[in-house]
């Protein structure tokens, strides 16, 4: 991984790795390329073997944060295992390992974009397309949850209280989901032209 | 610019330092920020503001906000011009241009009043009647000239320009109307910690109070409106919406809530939504919606100067406009008395309170003291005047008529009926009071409160102490148990005389009594329906009309139901409201849209490759959510001509497809194969590593639902691939599957569809390109057989290599993780080049498909059975899913239409996929035989082709019949065949 002529979901706009924009407002975002995105999967009875030795919580609703990266428990038995790029052929190697006999990781990082929202604003621009309550008092730094925002399934997890959010959805949908998150910021100052421009449907 | 002639030198809340110009019909005027559309015409003299729905009678304000029935203009010009919107709501802004609507060719001289004279036929229900004979005439004839009749105002010819948006919230509780009840309510929910959200449909809050002159613990209303409103907003879990109207309330108390962000202003700041619809989940509602002063029907009750008395209040007190220069005042109660002392406060002429009651009032006996002109036991019996009001004629209760009082206003106060839209909307039946005259909110669930004057408690101290209960008990419920308890104040009886329906005119009168002005539905045109057996409230409803449209009941419903209550001679109680709908108000419909329109009507897929289909020029087909290349046309080519070079293209040397929108998933495992043995329709459990099966699964019911081909990486590992189409139906009958039939066993799977993009090569010369991609990879027939698989290495990631075939020609799918897509896509090219390498679409898929007989969508359309798209064979004996269900009779009756291939006799005829087989060229209704599901115009036949499902099916090959297509009118002989056209020994696939 890492090779510079591979594509990332948004690079048919130009945009440079990690690049982003930065609203008014106190309203950041920014589509982060590349990730380690593992899917982690237990074998048959074997979901508390796994969380034991991948140090995950089993309980959804709170990111784990583990050795190997950050963990969202979606389903009883399945995870969803984070990491940054430059770690991730690091942690797929371990965690096959640690997982022999007990489960199975299925490589996705090719397949999925990864959004950072960031700042006071952050929340309002979650909550025009997010059904979900993400008020400080129901759900801080830690949350996550699988659900749909704008139509395309994400996962959203809450890493800080500025608040900050990760954002993950299929890489197909990327270019969707990102006008979409201009489109929604642009009423706090997010000037997304350059960033939205090459859109072109036939 | 004509001079404000009614604007009053002093008071109102609007800014005369501030002057606004708007145009009405092209006329120039000018107005203050403050004001709203209709304030500012009343303070230009202009009273005459639109036509009526069926009569095109002169119309003028009647009400303050968003109860006005009559008052309707066409806002804006071009793409953004709206029609119907309320003068009333509609707050100035400078060189704001508004239209009035319904009327030709102008307002004060409209041709269309002629329907007046025509008035004794356009009763209720009249088109019912009127248009019964002859029958033949209702679609060419009447239903055009009801259409053209029909309907108010114009829409925009263009698309809508502005943005609209959409947000969630979840207060704690959620207070609708910020009024004295609902601020007080919100006070006391966020006080004590309750997240709490207030909406209110006006740009400034205060409800009532707004346009009274009430003071507050000695302060003006406004001070103290302020000042609640600051320790809402302050107290750090209060949040504020002006301009939100709640639109609707649902199932879970589930709220939908409408902001005009921008409807103020000329245009939209920059990235702001025109209007934002809420979805609010709140714990607990507090509806304090308030309350609508109802009109009184007598003859003419609808002539431009009639007013509801609070409105003629109101202008006078908040925008500082006297509506007419002579106000008579006709009053069931008290409230015509307090607009008479507040308009003498502001020096406006009140000639005349008519009030019907025959006792004095504490409020009355003040006022007469102080020298108004009270006539006592005075009913209205007709507005007199031409366009405008210009006279009152009155009766006394004995019914003699009074004498005429001239005036240029008449100010009607009938009483109050609380807003229990909201509450009534998701079901729960309206009460009658009759000590209060109205319908008030029955008990409510445990999630909601109702306070102040929507449920009848009108007096302004027990508002507030009924507010702040109500909110304290909401925060309470929502978990706050801090709120302290307090008594809940009862409403007190009216003291106002119960007259609805004005006696009818002494002697000859055409006057019209309405009871909903917006509809034009009249006190008569109840009755009638009544006689024509039109009883049930419901049934009143829509044989009248009356309470639809933007008024919702606001105003008509309390006299229209009085008027039927009369009528049925039985109680108002014992006649029921009908159930009022959402939404509450008028709405954009591009606030439900939002975001979801045009190009972003729904999210699209991309493909790793989708750049390169553009530089090659594909043209896209939407399949599922995905954005698929169709065709790619070189230039002076039509889609026809590059289908047909592109399905030609791989016949005879190389063609490379994007097929990375197939479903594809991990499946893992020790019990991975005997999963799919139970999944699919044939054996799995001997497919060794490094080999691909092609597979058929059926629904429970035994209809196929999907096929693929599922390869074997390790012992415990499986990639399985499906249809783009059925892609997430497929994982779900998985989960479905592992979880509820075989829970045992030990089997784990999950999504791998956009991890790995692929492309297909398929072409004699396929094998050429392939050994030129990959360095050091054997691709020799012996190393890589047909229906094997290679895991191997390319661009320094993981690839895997199928050799399987959609277009029966030597053919190979390459995966690779999706970053890798673009670059593999350019080297193939580079690779084929050659080789004269040609990029194929969906069209040219669809043509080899068929060439080949290969099943698709058309085919598996959930009606078909394995055995009738030929596949019986492949039906193990060991047990699957579908297995029992697939043998029942109907599943497995010989008359079944059964795949077949089919292709015109005379080489020039073409095929139509949907076409019905039928044995009689002469007629289209007849028995159909079965019919055609695909068609292909294959270069490599040199004609149409088809396949399609015929009775008899295999047994009938050769036989020809015909292909009938009605909607063409087209019948075309066809020959019966079997369905493969290309290489039926199979000899290119395993070349």
Redesign the interface.
């Known amino acids: 991984m890492g090779n510079n002529d591979f594509i990332t979901p948004l690079s048919h706009l130009g945009l440079r790795e990690g690049e982003g924009v930065a609203g008014g407002d106190g309203l950041h975002l920014w589509d982060r390329g590349r990730v380690g995105f593992f899917q982690i999967l237990a074998r048959k009875g074997r979901t508390g073997a796994v969380a034991t030795a991948l140090g995950f919580d089993e309980a959804p609703r709170l990111a784990s944060h583990g050795v190997y990266g950050t963990a969202f428990a979606t389903t009883p038995g399945e995870w969803v295992l984070v990491c940054n790029d430059d770690e991730a052929s690091e942690t797929l190697r371990t965690v096959s390992g640690a997982l022999v006999g007990s489960g199975y990781v299925s490589d996705q990082s090719f397949g999925r974009a990864a959004f950072r929202l960031s700042g006071v604003k952050a929340r309002l621009v979650l909550a025009k397309g997010c059904a979900l309550d993400w008020s400080p008092s129901v759900r801080g730094a830690g949350a996550c949850a699988q659900t749909s925002m704008a139509g395309i399934g994400v996962i959203i997890h809450q890493i800080d209280d500025a608040p900050t959010y990760d954002l993950y959805c299929y890489a197909g949908f990327a270019d969707s989901f990102w006008r979409w998150l201009i489109c929604a910021g642009e009423e706090f100052g997010v000037d997304g032209r350059r960033l939205t421009k090459e859109w072109k449907r036939d | 610019m004509k001079t404000t002639a009614y604007r009053l030198s002093s008071g109102g809340a609007v800014d005369r330092s501030r002057p606004l110009s708007f145009q009405f019909d092209g006329a120039a005027y000018q107005g203050f920020a403050g004001d709203t559309l209709a304030s500012a015409l009343l303070a230009n003299g202009v009273r005459l503001f639109g036509r009526s729905f069926k009569y095109h009678r002169p119309r003028g304000v009647m009400a303050l906000g968003s109860a006005e029935p009559n008052a309707l203009v066409e806002l804006r010009a071009g793409a953004q011009r709206e029609p119907n919107i309320q003068a009333t709501m509609a707050e100035l802004y400078d060189g704001l241009v508004a239209r009035s609507q319904n009327r030709f060719p102008s307002l004060r001289y409209d041709l269309m009043a002629a329907n007046q004279l025509a008035a004794r036929f356009f009763v209720a229900g009249f088109y019912y009647k009127t248009f019964m004979w002859p029958s033949a005439f209702w679609e060419p004839v009447y239903e055009k000239l009801i259409r053209r009749a029909a309907g108010l105002g114009r829409a925009a010819d263009a698309g809508d320009p502005d943005?609209y948006?959409?947000?969630?919230?979840?207060p704690d509780v959620l207070v609708v109307g910020g009024g004295p009840s609902g601020l007080a309510a919100a006070r006391a929910a966020s006080r004590v910690g309750a997240?709490t959200m207030l909406v209110d449909e006006n740009p400034n809050l205060g409800g009532a109070l707004r346009f009274e002159r009430t003071a507050i613990d000695g302060a003006p209303g406004d001070m103290w409106t302020d000042q609640i409103t600051s320790e809402i907003a302050d107290c750090g879990n209060g949040e504020i919406l002006r301009r939100t109207t709640a639109l609707g309330r649902y199932d879970h108390n589930v709220v939908l809530a409408l902001e005009r962000v921008s409807d103020h202003l000329p245009t939209p700041e920059?990235?702001?939504?025109r209007q934002r619809l809420w979805?609010i989940?709140p714990k607990q509602i507090v509806v304090a919606s308030g309350a609508e002063e109802r009109p009184i029907a007598f003859a003419d009750n609808d002539k431009p100067g009639v007013m509801l008395s609070s409105a003629v209040r109101g202008f006078v007190n908040r925008y500082a406009v006297a509506p007419g220069r002579r106000v008579a005042i006709v009053t069931v109660n008290d409230d015509g008395y307090l607009t008479a002392r507040d308009l003498k406060a502001a020096g406006v002429d009140v000639t005349l309170i008519a009030d019907a009651r025959g006792r004095t009032s504490v409020v009355s006996a003040e006022l007469e003291a102080a020298g108004a002109p009270v006539l006592r036991n005075a009913l209205p019996e007709q507005a007199l005047g031409g366009i405008e009001v210009s006279g009152l004629r009155l009766q006394n209760a004995a019914g003699d008529r009074l004498a005429d009082h001239p005036c240029d206003v008449i100010a009607v106060a009938g009483g109050y009926n609380p807003r229990i839209q909201l509450l009534s909307q998701s079901g729960a039946a309206p009460v009658w009071r009759e000590d209060l005259l109205s319908f008030v909110p029955p008990e409510t669930d445990d999630a909601t409160q109702v306070a102040g004057a929507c449920r009848g408690v009108y007096d302004l101290k027990a508002c507030i102490e009924d507010g702040v209960a109500a909110g304290a008990e909401a925060a309470r419920r929502a978990g706050f148990t801090d709120a302290a308890d307090a008594p809940r104040p009862e409403p007190r009886p009216v003291a106002a005389a119960k007259l609805f329906e004005a006696p009818k005119p002494i002697g000859r009168s055409r006057g019209k009594a309405f009871v909903d002005f917006q509809n034009d539905v009249t006190a008569d045109d109840v009755r009638l329906a009544v006689r024509e057996g039109y009883e049930a409230v419901e049934h009143l409803k829509r044989y009248t009309t009356l309470g639809m449209a933007t008024d919702q009941g606001k105003l008509s419903s309390v006299n229209g139901l009085a008027v039927l209550a009369e009528a049925r001679g039985k109680p108002i109680a014992e006649v029921g409201t009908t159930r009022f709908r959402p939404p509450y108000a008028p709405a954009a419909i591009g606030a439900f849209a939002g975001?979801?329109r045009g190009?972003?009507f729904?999210?699209?897929?991309?493909?790793?490759m989708?750049?390169s289909h553009?530089q090659a020029c594909?043209?896209?087909v939407e399949a599922g959510?995905?954005?698929r290349p169709r065709y790619y046309a070189r230039a002076g080519e039509d889609m026809t001509a590059a289908i047909r070079r592109e399905a030609a293209a791989v016949r005879n040397t190389l063609g490379v497809c994007d097929v990375s929108t197939l479903g594809k998933i991990?499946v893992?495992?020790p019990d991975a194969m005997e999963f799919l043995n139970r999944l699919y329709i044939n054996n799995w459990a001997k497919l060794p590593v490094g080999k691909a099966r092609y597979g058929v699964m059926l629904r429970e019911d035994g209809h196929i639902f999907d096929d693929g081909t599922t390869s074997r990486l390790s012992d415990d590992?499986c990639f399985l691939t499906c249809t783009t189409a059925n892609a997430a139906r497929v994982l779900a009958h998985m989960e479905y599957a592992a979880e509820v039939l075989f829970p045992?066993?030990?089997?784990?799977?999950?999504s791998?569809?956009?991890?790995?993009c692929g492309v297909a090569i398929a072409g004699p010369n396929s094998r050429n390109a392939l050994g030129k991609l990959f360095d050091g990879f054997d691709v020799s027939d012996a190393a890589l057989p047909f229906m094997g698989v290679a895991e191997t290495e390319l661009?320094?990631?993981k690839a895997r290599v199928f050799r399987i075939s959609f277009s029966g020609e030597l053919a190979y799918e390459i995966n690779v993780?999706?970053?890798?897509?673009?670059?593999l896509w350019r080297r193939l090219m580079e690779a084929g080049a050659e080789f004269d390498i040609t990029p194929y679409g969906t069209e040219a898929l669809s043509v080899l498909r068929i060439e080949k007989g290969h099943i698709a969508g058309p085919e598996i359309d959930g009606r078909t059975t394995a055995a009738d798209v030929g596949l019986g064979r492949m039906m193990a004996k060991k047990d699957f899913i579908g297995k029992t269900l697939a043998a029942r009779p109907g599943l497995t009756a010989a008359d079944r239409p059964a795949l077949v291939g089919v292709r015109p006799v005379s080489a020039e005829d073409r095929l139509r996929g949907g076409a019905h087989f039928v044995k009689d060229p002469d007629r289209f209704e007849q028995e159909s035989l079965g019919w055609v599901s695909s068609v292909a115009d294959s270069p490599n036949v040199g004609s149409w082709i088809g396949l399609g499902f015929l009775k008899g099916g295999a047994a009938r090959l050769g036989e020809r019949i015909y292909a009938a297509y009605p909607l063409k009118a087209e019948m075309t002989e066809v020959e019966i065949c079997a369905p493969c056209f290309v290489d039926p020994e199979g000899e290119r696939l395993r070349g």
């Open positions: 943005r948006d959409h947000m969630h919230a979840h997240r920059k990235g702001r939504p979805i989940r975001y979801e190009e972003t729904q999210p699209v897929r991309r493909t790793a989708h750049r553009e594909a043209t896209f959510q995905w954005l991990d893992y495992g590992h045992d066993y030990d089997v784990t799977f999950c791998a569809t956009e991890q790995w661009f320094g990631v993780p999706w970053g890798a897509g673009e670059m």
